[in-house]
């Protein structure tokens, strides 16, 4: 028959005999120290890799950037050289064609 123990009643085994020696309870706090101690410096790890990563992206991204600006400076100092040649052609054929018109007076066919 199963009867109920009150509250508080003593249960009916020795926990002592079941308690570890204080050798083995020695080894697991060590065992636990030793894990833990591990799993820091894996994480500490990790994060200085991140970290170093990071500055390699950072410096990488640096350079493409500084890259490209020289890229389009040089494209700007090229496109306003072809311009001013062009313009300076244009305004050449202009004022020739100007002057050929002045020389042909108000009633010439050269339009």
Do not use: C
Not at 5 to 34: H, K, M, T, Y
């Amino acid at each position: 028959m199963d009867v109920e123990q009150p509250v508080g009643a003593p249960l009916g085994r020795d926990i002592a005999r079941g308690a570890r020696s204080d050798g083995a309870a020695e080894r697991e706090i060590n065992r636990f120290i030793e894990h833990r101690s591990m799993k820091l410096r894996l994480e500490n790890q990790e994060r200085a890799e991140e970290a170093a990563f990071a500055e390699s992206t950072r410096r990488a991204n640096e350079r493409h950037r500084e890259q490209i600006r020289a890229e389009w400076h040089l494209h700007h100092q090229d496109q306003a050289e072809r311009l001013r040649n062009t313009l300076e052609q244009l305004i050449e054929h202009h004022e020739e064609r100007a002057q050929e018109l002045a020389e042909l007076g108000s009633g010439g066919d050269a339009a």
